[in-house]
């Protein structure tokens, strides 16, 4: 489960993310629901599908 305020690794480029918030985004004419995300040490936010988030994500390892 994808949660808040947590910090998350991208498979290819292997750089951490922050997941800020939930949201919903269209894909193909249908509202999914989304992940809000930024780099670590960046303001600069992104969107993905939360299936895509899932699929190219895994939990930061501590």
């Known amino acids: 489960m994808i949660q808040k305020n ?3 690794t991208h498979y290819k480029n292997k750089e951490d993310y922050l997941v800020k918030d ?3 985004i269209q894909d193909n004419d249908t509202w999914v629901q989304a992940v809000l995300y ?3 040490n960046e303001t600069l936010l992104f969107v993905r599908s ?4 899932q699929e190219k994500f895994s939990p930061k390892n501590k």
């Open 38 to 40: 930024c780099p670590v």
């Open 6 to 8: 947590k910090i998350y």
């Open 22 to 24: 939930f949201c919903k």
């Open 50 to 53: 939360l299936k895509e988030f």
